[in-house]
């Protein structure tokens, strides 16, 4: 049985790594004209109603303070919530006090950059002068309608000024930042293979390090994982190599109780 889980592992990585490097060598690219957009009347109906006002008041707080009448008008439901939830994420965890008004800002593993508003409305909220660099190993992973993580990214930071999307590895990146984000990095070989990607790109040690030899002093690393096995291991790599962080443990989102868990960390 051992064989055949190695087989099949060998041919599943196989095939992950051609497709990856025929992605990244085609480069293919599309415009994207618009993005689907789903009414949001009804946007909290499916919670229990103990939570549904919360949440209906916590959107229009959100709404307000960051500006999110073009997202609301131009994202799937799914997407906008998203969008929530990392506000969320941001407000509870990630102090604006410590924001500089000039800040150099990373965010780690962006896909399609669907969640960019919030970051973008988030950070410029307290630092005008912002700016925002989204890095993204498999930018060229095609959708069933021909347009790629790298065409999305793009129509969607067409309107923000000083935000810039890099199709590359962050491994081979060198510029330095204030403050890093990091939204569910593969830490373990599934989830990393299931999203197509080959297994010599699973380096949570290796990204790790080369994400504190980026960031400038007094700089933070805020890091949200999916699945507790992965938490649990984030947090080994970190104590292993003597970082100081924050363990904020399970997070809860106030707009949606059908989504995965999630787990936050914040190095300093």
């Known amino acids: 049985m051992k064989f055949f889980n190695n087989l099949k592992l060998f041919r599943e990585n196989l095939k992950n790594t051609i497709d990856f490097n025929l992605r990244n060598a085609l480069k293919l690219k599309r415009k994207v004209t618009h993005l689907k957009n789903e009414p ?3 946007l909290f109906d499916s919670l229990p109603e103990e939570i549904r006002t919360t949440a209906i008041e916590k959107e229009l707080i959100f709404y307000k303070k960051y500006n999110l009448k073009h997202l609301k008008n131009n994202s ?20 604006q006090t410590d924001i500089k008004h000039d800040a150099h800002v990373l965010d780690v593993g962006s896909k399609n950059w ?16 912002v700016s925002i660099n989204g890095i993204e190993i498999d930018a060229y992973r095609m959708y069933i309608n021909f347009h790629t993580r790298y065409d999305y990214a793009m129509h969607r930071i067409s309107h923000m000024p000083n935000v810039s999307y890099i199709a590359a590895d962050v491994l081979e990146h060198k510029d330095k930042y204030d403050d890093i984000m990091v939204f569910y990095p593969f830490v373990t070989p599934e989830p990393l293979m299931s999203w197509g990607l080959p297994l010599s790109k699973l380096k949570p040690i290796e ?3 080369h994400l504190y030899d980026i960031l400038n002093p007094g700089g933070r690393i ?6 507790e096995d992965e938490y649990t291991l984030i947090k080994t790599i970190l104590d292993d190599l003597k970082c100081e962080y924050k363990d904020f443990g399970e997070y809860t989102s106030s707009f949606a109780c059908n989504i995965n868990k999630r787990f936050v960390l914040l190095i300093l």
Do not use: C, G, M, R
């Open 114 to 129: 669907h969640y960019i508003e919030a970051l973008h409305n988030f950070f410029k909220n307290k630092a005008p002068n």
């Open 40 to 42: 949001k009347q009804e």
């Open 222 to 227: 805020l890091i949200v994982n999916q699945f």
């Open 76 to 95: 799937t439901k799914l997407e906008y919530i998203e969008n929530l939830t990392v506000l969320e994420i941001l407000e509870n965890y990630f102090s």
């Open 207 to 209: 990204l790790i390090k």
